[in-house]
T-cell receptor, first 115, second 110 residues
Framework: SQTIHQWPATLVQPVGSPLSLECTVE??????LYWYRQAAGRGLQLLFY??????ISSEVPQNLSASRPQDRQFILSSKKLLLSDSGFYLC??????????????FGSGTQLSVL | AQRVTQPEKLLSVFKGAPVELKCNYS??????LFWYVQYSRQRLQLLLR??SRESIKGFTADLNKGETSFHLKKPFAQEEDSAMYYC????????????FGKGTLLTVNP
């Protein structure tokens, strides 16, 4: 069966420090991968999505970047964190059968606090 | 651009009462609509999708293209329905973006 792992679960970082959040999927190949941010009162904001290795689409201009170095690995990064980067980050995957989104499977999330 | 609006941040009903969570969308093409749910201490998960025309846990949702709405309904709410509900939209085809609304927190009181 397919599983998605996301870590760390919580992270407290000072302003200006770098960030690396990792997400891996098991049990499937060539998944679509997504990073969302959930902030209070703002719902789920799509940050990045990827349909293949090295293919990253950015939805919101910001202080973050994403990379997909391997088929089932998706990394969210920042060189210098801002206070506004605080939030709950969710990784998700979907199986692009027939080229459409059928169902997103979400990770357990990372609560990032930038102080 | 695709946009999803959930006008109610909070919704509180009593057990056994009907419940309707509102969702309106904006999209120029033919969208695919979904409802996701997050129960306390659980991961966000798919509840239902309009193309399946299914009823899950007693919930149904009908896509109304004229009113650009996809409201989620249940005739008799249960306490275990208390959760955060998100409406989501995809453009379909090769559009891999899934856009979510801000969510509605449903509380079902005993």
């Amino acid at each position: 069966s397919q599983t998605i792992h996301q870590w760390p679960a919580t992270l407290v970082q000072p302003v200006g420090s770098p960030l690396s959040l990792e997400c891996t999927v098991e049990g499937t190949s060539n998944p679509n991968l997504y990073w969302y941010r959930q902030a209070a009162g703002r719902g789920l904001q799509l940050l990045f999505y990827s349909v293949g290795i090295g293919q990253i689409s950015s939805e919101v201009p910001q202080n973050l970047s994403a990379s997909r170095p391997q088929d089932r690995q998706f990394i969210l990064s920042s060189k210098k964190l801002l206070l506004s980067d605080s939030g709950f980050y969710l990784c998700a995957w979907s199986d692009p059968v027939r080229g459409v989104i059928e169902k997103l499977f979400f990770g357990s999330g990372t609560q990032l606090s930038v102080l | 651009a695709q946009r999803v609006t959930q006008p109610e941040k909070l919704l509180s009903v009593f057990k056994g009462a009907p419940v309707e969570l509102k969702c309106n969308y904006s999209y120029s093409g033919s969208p695919e609509l979904f409802w996701y749910v997050q129960y306390s201490r659980q991961r966000l998960q798919l509840l239902l999708r309009h193309i399946s025309r299914e009823s899950i846990k007693g919930f149904t949702a009908d896509l109304n293209k004229g009113e650009t709405s996809f409201h989620l309904k249940k005739p008799f709410a249960q306490e275990e329905d208390s959760a955060m509900y998100y409406c989501a939209l995809s453009g379909g085809g090769s559009n891999y973006k899934l856009t979510f609304g801000k969510g509605t927190l449903l509380t079902v009181n005993p």
